[in-house]
């Protein structure tokens, strides 16, 4: 809840921060306005840690520049066509763009920039009311033409504008209510809503490069479910991610089997609590959540309704790796979450044998040299997607977990599992068998690299004369 007179104080601690403060007296000595606007007011207001702070002025960017030269380390003017100059100022990175009165031609969704004339112009023209506050310095005025603070008060998320109006020009915006939503715990106006509901296929407009963005910052928040349940839920996720509002099967009277979109959902909750644990002091794992979110992709193409009432999904996990693959690379994800995400949804399953009896020493050799460098992602997914409510069935499978982790950990303190290679090299081989260079010395390499699967060090002596016996046998 937010209590406004606390967060006043930690706004006027804002405006007294030096950058701040040298900031201030720069463009009022120049003659113009400053205000500190959107994220980091709101962030101040609701005790949240600001990295970033952004300004607004009626100053044009060719004035920012100068102001901001004699008093800043750096400057970069990458913005300068949308009125944006960046600085670094006292060691922190800044951004201060001059008011905007943008219009949109409603066919793209890059605006025709115009620079405004009055902070009050600027505001309105923004996403969202929590967003488009700003606070006059140096004489600590707060600016909220659109109810910006009532809205932080009741928790609530709402355009400052027609929401039809403001999804219209910019249809991200969208995107950005569903993340804001998760990202703040708040629910969205029952009329902005309805707005992205009728306006979704105006999405379409937008690049991949930008839906992108919003859906991997919606995944970094703590909380993504909520975000991902209104995108479901209004059909924008039907435009970019249709394969998660298909985990919503139907299920008839005669055959029975779990949610799998409330599953799925779970399971990302999970994940993400237990990325949290084992991994406390690090960033959000985005390849991870979006694993967790669509491990379970393959299920609608692969459901069969048997005789009895059973359901199966047999090969849900390769259907669903090929699936993700070719999604992530339309919303043009780099190469290296691409092929982690659809590894770890083609393993995901892999682990659940082994409660049903203990794997051998080679089995489990190879599910670390199959997850490679994903072993720890996968350890986190396998045990997320235990959502059973069978206490004795979850700890079950707990227990037959702790258990390949702890075998993995002697096996790598014994064998060096992280440098899972051969014990002879290419060289080594090619010496040993008088041959060179060329095919025969990858079938080599093969035989040995599953002779260490199999039977872990057997010494380097051995492997020599295993590997002549193999020679000699294939002659």
Do not use: C
Not at 48 to 76: E, G
């Amino acid at each position: 809840m937010l209590n406004m007179a606390e967060g006043i104080a930690r706004l006027g601690a804002l405006a007294e921060s030096p950058v701040v403060d040298i900031l201030a007296r720069a463009f009022a000595d120049a003659g113009f306005d400053l205000a500190i606007v959107g994220g980091p007011v709101r962030d101040a207001l609701l005790g949240r840690v600001t990295n970033d702070l952004d300004f607004t002025t009626d100053a044009r960017p060719d004035d920012i520049l100068r102001i901001v030269k004699p008093i800043s380390t750096a400057q970069w003017d990458i913005g300068r066509a949308f009125g944006t100059i960046g600085a670094k100022v006292r060691g922190e990175q800044v951004e201060i763009t001059t008011y905007r009165a943008d219009s949109y031609d409603g066919v793209t969704r890059k605006p025709t920039v115009e620079f405004g004339d009055t902070i009050e112009g600027d505001l309105v023209r923004r996403d969202l009311t929590v967003n488009s506050m700003a606070m006059r310095v140096p004489g600590r005025t707060l600016v909220d033409p659109t109810g910006g603070v009532e809205d932080l008060v009741r928790g609530v998320l709402r355009t400052p504008a027609d929401p039809r109006v403001s999804f219209g020009d910019d249809p991200l915006r969208m995107l950005r209510a569903a993340r804001f939503s998760s990202q703040l715990a708040f629910d969205v106006d029952p009329a902005t809503v309805a707005a992205m509901t009728d306006l979704r296929v105006t999405l379409s407009i937008v690049s991949p490069e930008r839906i992108q963005g919003e859906l991997v910052k919606l995944l970094a928040t703590d909380d993504p479910v909520r975000g991902i349940r209104l995108l479901v839920e209004t059909g924008l996720m039907d435009e970019f991610l249709p394969e998660i509002s298909a985990l919503q099967l139907e299920v008839d009277e005669h055959h029975h089997h779990k949610d799998v979109y409330e599953h799925s959902l779970t399971v990302l909750r999970q994940a993400i609590d237990l990325e949290k644990i084992r991994n406390p002091d690090a960033a959000p794992d985005v390849a991870l959540r979006l694993a967790a979110l669509l491990h379970d992709i393959g299920k609608p193409a692969t459901r069969r309704l048997e005789p009895g009432g059973g359901v199966t999904f047999y090969h849900h996990d390769i259907k669903g790796a090929r699936l993700a693959r070719k999604r992530l690379q339309a919303l043009r994800f780099d190469s290296d979450t691409t092929n982690t995400v659809a590894r770890l949804i083609e393993l995901h399953l892999r682990f659940f044998g082994y409660s049903e009896g203990a794997w051998t020493d080679s089995a489990v050799r190879r599910y670390v040299r199959d997850a490679e460098a994903e072993l720890e992602r996968l350890h986190i997914l396998t045990r997320a997607d235990v959502t059973t409510r069978n206490a004795k069935k979850a700890g079950r499978l707990a227990r037959a977990y702790d258990d390949i982790e702890r075998r993995i950990a002697e096996l790598a303190e014994q064998e060096q599992l992280d440098a899972m290679r051969p014990e002879l090299d290419g060289n080594r081989i090619q010496e040993v068998l008088g041959i060179a260079p060329g095919r025969e010395v990858g079938e080599a390499y093969r035989f040995l690299l599953e002779l260490r699967l199999d039977e872990g060090i057997v010494g380097a002596d051995a492997a020599e004369q295993r590997l002549r016996e193999w020679w000699a046998a294939r002659a």
